[in-house]
């Protein structure tokens, strides 16, 4: 009897949870949110945010968290930077990337020669520029959206990248057309979930940030 | 004739400096069970789960990211090797009798590299519940000090401090040659070791430094 009670409590819970999620809906205007898109970040010349970082494996209970920082500017410059509990910095500056542990030298790796590298470099690029034309190309999208917020679901059409990539969930804000939460579904269902808050438009960002020498 | 004795003679002076017996006493041969070794995963208590920043360096090219080390029942040590970003490069699960590979990048996905890591990986995280019957030593100056020799995988040396409950090191030989050695340094305040693992024949070594999770 009290398993039943235990599982009928569960139950209520998880209902009551699903029901704080606001139901996603697919999109009813595709094109206008693709106009609005490439408008808003047409506008914006550089962001400036706080990311946390959750990677949800499953092989454990609770996700694994991580802080840092996030800077964009265009065309090509991201700076993402780690904060806690790692210091870890990785620097896209156009065809090349930098990682760079806090005891270790950096590491430069060239895209034009590493394919994998290439697609999710590529990826964030597209993704923080708003440039949904370049993603049609290597994904299948589909569209959806709640009272707040605009969502991407992007399923790789490269055999490759499927290979490492289910899919990638990109929410936009309503307000600001701006990114405020990426998910990247692993083929295992192992995903690392990213929410960007406070985030800055069109402040000043050195070009020095994303020097790679 | 003078000639070959002294080449012998030296030959065994050399092989007797780099033994990893040397300033040890025979005690005896018996069957070894896993806690005798100390196992670094075990020091986490009930968690049985361990977080590492782990640099591999291959020749010339290096992958950091962090390795997750947990073990799931009393036979099963899940690895698994992320980069900062979230990105899995792979997830095995081993237990005595199997390696699983649960998530593999292809480049790694070669036989000679599984078959590496999967040995690294077994050494380092003494991944058997009992050993066959071997030969055990202890140290003529310090009698905490014991030397497990294995016969798994190739010919093993697991050198504990039984005084201080810890793995201080492995030197594994395999044949005909090759092997690699596996260092363990424990910092004060800190549970769990930075380990370092060379490879003897090629140039591969794992460096691994434990952090705290949320």
Known sequence: MNKYIAYLILLFCSLQQA??????????????FKANLLASTQKAKSMECDFVQKKFLEVLTEPVISNGHF?????????WEYLTPNQYLIIINNDKVLTKNKNEK????????NKLFKELTDMMVSCFSGNIKAIEKRYSIQYFETEKQYMTKLVPLDKNA????????????????????????????????????????NLPIADEKFKIN | ?????????????????????????????????????????????????????????????EQSGQLLVKQTNDTTTRIVFMTAVGFKIFDFAITPHDFTIHTCIDPLRKKNILRIMEKDFRLMFCTNLVYAPSKIYSSKSD?????????????????????????????????????????????????????HLKQKGIKLRFELEPFPIK
């Open chain 1, 162 to 201: 499927g290979a490492y990539l289910k899919n990638i969930d990109m929410y936009f804000d309503k307000s600001d057309m701006t990114i405020s939460k990426l998910l990247m579904v692993e083929p295992s269902n192992d995903y690392t979930e990213y929410n960007f808050t406070n985030k800055k438009l």
């Open chain 2, 1 to 61: 004739m003078k000639n070959l004795r002294l080449i012998s003679l030296l030959i065994g002076a050399l092989f007797s400096a780099c033994s990893s017996t040397g300033g040890l006493k025979s005690v005896g041969k018996r069957a070894v069970q896993r806690s005798e070794l100390y196992p670094v995963i075990e020091r986490q208590g009930t968690k049985k789960e361990a977080w590492f920043n782990i640099s591999i360096q291959f020749f010339k090219s």
């Open chain 2, 143 to 195: 009698t905490a000090i014991v030397v497990y020799k294995l016969r798994i995988p190739g010919k093993s040396y697991y050198r504990v401090n039984d005084q201080k409950k810890i793995l201080t090191n492995i030197d594994n030989h395999a044949f005909p040659v090759g092997g690699a050695k596996v260092n363990f340094e424990y910092t004060e305040g800190s549970l769990l070791p930075k380990i």
């Open chain 1, 71 to 79: 800077c964009f500017k265009r065309e090509n410059l991201i700076r």
């Open chain 1, 19 to 32: 029901g704080a999620q606001p139901k996603m809906k697919p999109m009813a205007d595709i094109p206008g």
């Open chain 1, 106 to 113: 950096a590491n430069v790796i060239d895209t034009r020669s």
